[in-house]
């Protein structure tokens, strides 16, 4: 795969994290949300069977990202992580997680810091 263009890259959506090339067309997904170039057809099928590599330079914020089953995410003066949960009746329940947890989290995922990047 080619890499991408320093126009490519600063032209990326705020809400891009990855990329991939499929059939000559940038593909760019991230925050729930997917872009493409305009040219050939691409399948869908085709977009879940590849292997999107992140966009260099392209700073990742976890508060950007989005969750499947969180409403947000904060981050405290400490740099905790603070989970914001719907409960009952719109009533929000706040979960806190800290770096040791962080790091426990991502030994259970056998993360790397190649992963990471």
Known sequence: ???LTKTEIENAPDWAT???IIKGQVIM???GQITKTEGQKVLWSEVFETDFEPIPGKKFDVRDYDFAVLDGIR???DNDIIFCLSGEYGSYVDGHIVKQ???ALAKHFKLTAEDLR
């Open 1 to 3: 795969m080619r890499e």
């Open 18 to 20: 990855d990329f991939a």
């Open 29 to 31: 997904i991230g925050g």
């Open 75 to 77: 981050i405290d003066d």
């Open 101 to 103: 947890d962080a790091i």
